[in-house]
């Protein structure tokens, strides 16, 4: 009988080489799921940063004539 698996379980199954130790493909494994536990955390936050960054740029782009960016983007 087939037993359910979690999400974390799985992934560590899948990350997990079945290739003989020193083989090529051994030293290419990775884990699907991060180390760090703050990681998905500290993902939001950065992409929220990058939201306020990019509506920054963007006002500072729409503030600017467009001689003035032209300007800018030739030099």
């Not at 999400?7 to 899948?14: F, G, H, K, T």
């Not at 020193?22 to 884990?31: E, H, I, M, N, Q």
């Not at 990019?54 to 600017?64: D, I, P, Q, V």
Request: hydrophobic share 45%; charged share 30%.
């Amino acid at each position: 009988m087939l037993q359910r698996m979690n999400a974390r379980e799985s992934a560590a199954m899948v990350s997990t080489p079945v290739e003989e130790p020193g083989s090529p493909l051994r030293r290419f494994s990775f884990r699907l799921l991060p180390r760090e536990e703050r990681f998905f955390e500290m993902f939001v936050e950065d992409g929220a940063n990058v939201l306020v960054a990019a509506r920054k740029l963007n006002e500072l782009l729409r503030g600017l004539t467009r001689r003035v960016l032209h300007a800018w983007v030739l030099t």
